[in-house]
């Protein structure tokens, strides 16, 4: 079906062909930017999710001048 350019490799009788390079940089690209997101969500919600800190205790420092008469 997919005509017979560029470079390909049969094994076992399954023909695999080689991606373009775009493919193969977006790929690696995409593949970055999901490791900074799943590494920066663990930095903010990783002791929530380990169960170290509950959720609703807050962020520790945001008083905003309440006091203590809650």
């Known amino acids: 079906m997919g005509g017979g350019h560029g470079g ?3 094994y076992k009788g399954v023909t695999l062909h080689h991606p ?3 493919h193969v940089v977006t790929g690696k690209g995409l593949c970055a930017v999901m490791w900074f997101w799943v ?3 663990a930095k903010q919600d990783g002791p ?3 169960g170290w ?3 609703w205790e807050g ?3 945001h008083s905003h001048g309440h006091g203590d008469k809650h």
């Open 20 to 22: 373009k390079r775009w």
């Open 39 to 41: 590494l920066y969500r």
């Open 48 to 50: 929530v999710v380990l």
């Open 53 to 55: 800190r509950h959720p």
């Open 8 to 10: 390909s490799t049969t």
């Open 59 to 61: 962020h520790g420092d």
